[in-house]
């Protein structure tokens, strides 16, 4: 009786084990291309042949995909998470997980809610998500980039140092650095309707309302006056689209992150009593 | 960024040929100091010329990225609604071993001190190296000896009322300068609210802070004030019997040993010098107070507190007993800024 009471004790531990052990998310190791435009080939490292990327072929470890000036792919994986590949792009799924190799280039990686995010991986950081829409940018000397489109983002270096992000936030390293720059907002409309990541494929992207929340939640930020658009005066005429190499190339004042507000120093004297005779100081 | 950079040297050399020519003209005819100005403001606008060819704030990685990513306009934050009115309340409980303050035959007693004040901020001013923040307010605060024990200590009950005006010079390198005038009014508890001393007080303070690391920070000051009090006097003592000044030293180390946790050991040394004490005599006491401070932030508007005080007086004055005592208690902070 006593050792049957163990055998289950036993197997209840094993069950509770395995549940925490369990992968919550299928592996990203292949998808299926939906889309090309222009020149997109797939690389097989081992035989160095390289084939023209096909609508509706598979593209899985160990290729490696690569994307040609103004081109750009899109992947369905089987859990429905999507990569989409910019131009001038070099990347490649990691066996038996769910991390993407971004050697260079760019990528929006979508995964749908509960079905265990992802890991975009390049030389200088890693960016990891649970149910959201980013991009992010690499070069092959270590610059790095994120830009959070809804939802919620971590970049972590390699010295083990993390950064959240939210939606309408991005983060850069520049190439050599290996300390990150600074949180900062972006606005986010302007990059959507501009991003051929975002609206240059035949479909909308899964995520596409909840982008649209985070849109008119960024709005609603600037309408208060919490984020400022900055403005440009270009011959009297206020130019809000102005890019933001033309306002550094204008040297107008622009600085992204203003310092925190100064306070006053809290003042000892007045709430802190830490004598019964206050009189003798 | 190559093209980028010469397109800004460009600017800058277009921009340098259109002004030079005028402004030649215009210093003809304006004074010298004038043409000065102009000159560095010139010089100014060619050195702020150079950062904007840093790729430090491009956002860009590579040129084409934002085709593919979509343009990247960078949102400045606004800074947050300057709050004008800040209005505190503390509430603190202590056993202190001498509630008397004499030499011998201490009488250990309970004191709950509570305190309230409304201060306005005004928002900062730039001055010459730094900030000045100036603000002005009313404390009100009450001494009740005797609760919780051990004895009946009510007869040494009593308020305190402050009126003050305070400004604080933020300097580089963590200096701080204050400067304060306080007006403070003690009252007799539970008779009326009479008034028995009141004193004027100027006051200056330097303060130096170091950060040592992230979650540890030193300061060191000194504070001297004169008060210029007023009371009904004892036999062979003038109304103004407690003038004097007071130069105190205080250390204090802020550790954040964990997140929301604050432990402060303190040391204070005052020296205070009264010129005209008793039938014409001058009298000097040595103050030092050392303790320690643990403070839990509740959440950003309130905090309690744990404490420990030691404080010992001697004095010149055959009148003033030196003393020794030891306070223990605990507080409860709230602050809240519209």
Redesign the interface.
Known sequence: MYLQKRFYQGIGVLLVFAFLCRDFGAAIDHATITEVVNDVSVLDPQSRHTTPAQTNGLFGTPDLMKTGADSRSEMVAPDQTITRVGANTLFSFEPKSRVVNLREGSVLFQSPTGQGGGTIRTASATASVLGTTIIVVATKDGGFKLLVLEGTGRVQMPNGSHVILHGGQLLFIAPGATEPGPVRNFLLSDLVDTSRLVVGFKRPLPSWEKIRKQILEQDEEIAIGRLLVPTVVVGNIPDPNLRISQIQALHVDFTPEPTPQPTPRQTRRRIVITSSSPFNR | MTR?SW??AA?ALGALAVCIPARNVEAQALPQVANALDQAEQVQ?VR??QP?QS????????P?????????????????K?NWINV?L?S?Y?Y?SN?Y?TTTGKKGTG?L?S?I?AEV?AP?IGVPYG?L?L?A?Y?Y?F?NYGIGGPGNRSALDFD?A?AYV?G?Y?LPDDW?I?G?LSY?R?LENGSGFDEFYKELVPSLRF?KTFQIRKNLEASAEYSGDYRFSDEVPFPNQSRGANNRT?Q?LDFVITWQFAPKFDLRP?Y?F?YSYYPDYIAAQSRNDY?Q?M?L?ADYFINSWSSI?V?L?Y?A?NSDANSVPDYR?L?VGG?L?A?FKF
């Open positions: 980028l397109k800004t600017l606008r702020e010329l904007a790729t430090q704030d491009d956002p860009s990685l590579y084409g990225e934002e085709e593919d990513t979509g343009r990247q306009l960078l949102l400045q934050t606004a800074p947050p300057w505190s503390d603190q202590l202190t509630a303050l004191l001190v305190t004040q901020d900062p900030q923040f603000q307010g404390q605060q001494f305190v402050t305070e604080q933020q701080t204050f304060n403070n003690l303060e007071d105190a303190f204070r005052q103050l107070t303790g401070s507190r404490f005080t404080e007086r005592k306070d507080g902070s602050a």
